[in-house]
């Protein structure tokens, strides 16, 4: 149980590899702030949690706004203390020319995708520091260290994560506290297979899978354990890391 009397605190709880992370870490014995912009879906969440006996609670957190974050970030700790964050939450756009993606969409990404991991870091640190330990796991993409045509706003977001996640690991490092970022290639999440139907989307990820030297697409907890590994203590020496969970597809 390597997170015993910890509290993990992740965005994006409601589904994916939020909520994988969630199980994951309350398997390990961690309490859980399951936070997320749809609090039906963090509430599913924390059902599911509560059901296997994990102490869980939900919280309806937009991760663009500061001042929610920096609110649920002092509620965790007031009532069960901070050990780790997962600044998780994150939308892609669909596959448009980089001349033709539309401002809105382009505000809307870096929003969540950078804002949201910068309000939630910034949330988080002054606690962690003071406290002389702690992890945040930022959720960046293969699409943050190779590009990916047709996803520019979306590859501009992940590449600030990872570069991100260095520049406050350098910074906190001195006071006890670990940044690192996962990066994860194409995982089977309701994000890939949005708009599709299942027949659809089993075409897509067959074909995709074909492109992975290990010839399947990640699985929510394929990504959910490296995320746990970064945040544990077997993880100790490791800061500003941007752990690739591709299944081999950028070796190639
Ligand atoms: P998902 O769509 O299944 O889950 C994302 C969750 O984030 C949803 O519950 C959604 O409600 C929540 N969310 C969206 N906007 C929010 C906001 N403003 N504030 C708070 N919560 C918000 O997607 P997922 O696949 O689990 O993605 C999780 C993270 O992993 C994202 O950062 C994504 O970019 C990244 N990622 C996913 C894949 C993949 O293939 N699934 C690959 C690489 C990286």
């Not at 007031?78 to 448009?96: K, P």
């Amino acid at each position: 149980m390597r997170f015993e009397d910890q509290t993990v605190f992740i965005t994006g709880a409601g589904s994916g590899l939020g909520r994988a992370a969630a199980e994951r870490f309350g398997a390990e014995g961690a309490t859980v702030v399951a936070a997320d912009v749809d609090a039906d879906a963090a509430g599913e969440t924390v059902d599911r949690l509560a059901d296997a006996g994990v102490r869980a609670t939900a919280h309806e957190l937009d991760v663009r706004d500061a001042e929610e974050f920096a609110a649920a970030i002092e509620a965790t700790v007031e009532t069960h203390g901070l050990d780790v964050v997962l600044n998780n939450a994150g939308i892609v756009h669909d596959r448009v020319a980089v001349e033709s993606i539309d401002d809105d969409v382009y505000e809307q990404v870096v929003g969540v995708n950078v804002t949201g991991v910068w309000n939630g870091t910034r949330a988080a640190i002054p606690y962690l520091k003071e406290q002389g330990s702690g992890a945040i796991v930022n959720t960046a993409s293969l699409a943050g260290v190779i590009g990916a045509p047709k996803l520019s706003a979306y590859s501009l977001s992940k590449g600030a994560v990872v570069n991100f996640t260095r520049a406050v690991a350098a910074e906190v490092g001195p006071h006890g506290v670990r940044v690192n970022a996962v990066c994860p290639g194409v995982t089977d999440t309701p994000m890939p297979r949005e708009g599709m139907t299942d027949e659809e989307w089993a075409a897509v990820r067959d074909q995709m899978a074909e492109q992975y030297p290990l010839r399947r697409l990640g699985r929510p907890e394929d990504v959910a354990n490296a995320m746990c590994f970064l945040a544990s203590d077997e993880a100790d020496w490791i800061t500003g890391e941007a752990l690739v969970v591709d299944g081999g597809f950028s070796c190639a």
